[in-house]
């Protein structure tokens, strides 16, 4: 975990920096999660970085808690939420694993960018099935890797070693509809756009 710190940290204004890589895609991604949103909803996300998706979307809703590992990200989020003036967002430096919250908390945690960075998915997908209320949704942009690139699984722990890398899992699609539904999840909703390397998902949890 320390290294995977590290690694974020040490990236964080570069990562702040770069522009979205698809513009159109995004938008969409954006549109239909708001399609799941009420104004008294309570929402998660976890993997928050800087803060962009959840400023985004705070006025949809009632409160965003967002997490992350990384002290750096979350220092830039916190800057971007002050000059915003947005008073339902609250930031806190925390994995996912470490997140404490009672069941059936949230109406919708949002998990973008980040299913392929954790070590155990499953695991973390089993805790955000427990921390939504019945009928709540799991919002999910996920780097599918072993789709296209199955030769990644020999580079990813050399990049990890080398600390040009952070922790990368490998999977397919496939396999992550697997352990959507084996948490106990149903697929309301499935994007991809043309031969994209990331699937976007809204999995709901049953009523």
């Known amino acids: 975990m320390d290294q995977n710190i590290k690694f974020w940290d040490r990236i964080a204004k570069r990562y702040s920096m770069r522009p979205v890589a698809d513009e159109d895609a995004y938008q969409k991604k954006l549109q239909t999660s708001q399609q799941y949103f009420q ?3 309570e929402v998660l996300e976890f993997g928050c970085g800087t803060g962009t998706t959840a400023i985004i979307h705070s006025s949809f809703v009632k409160h965003i808690q967002a997490i992350d590992i990384s002290s750096k990200m979350l220092e830039i989020a916190q800057s971007k939420v002050d000059a915003a003036n947005i008073k339902n967002i609250t ?14 908390t949230y ?6 960018s ?7 998915k499953e695991q973390v997908l089993a805790k955000v099935h427990k921390m939504l209320k019945p009928g709540g949704v799991f919002v999910t942009n996920t780097v599918c890797i072993g ?4 030769f990644f699984k020999y580079i990813a722990p050399i990049g990890k070693f080398l600390g040009l890398l952070p922790l990368v899992s490998i999977f397919t699609t496939e396999e992550l509809k697997d352990s959507l539904t084996g948490a106990g999840f149903e697929i309301d909703y499935q994007w991809r756009k ?11 949890k049953n009523e």
């Open 39 to 41: 104004p008294e909803m």
């Open 91 to 104: 930031l806190q430096q925390s994995s996912i694993d470490d997140f404490k919250v009672a069941n059936e």
């Open 107 to 112: 109406d919708v945690v949002l998990g973008l």
């Open 114 to 120: 980040i299913l392929h960075l954790l070590a155990d």
């Open 147 to 150: 789709d296209k690139l199955k």
């Open 194 to 204: 043309g031969k994209d390397i990331s699937v976007f998902i809204v999995a709901k």
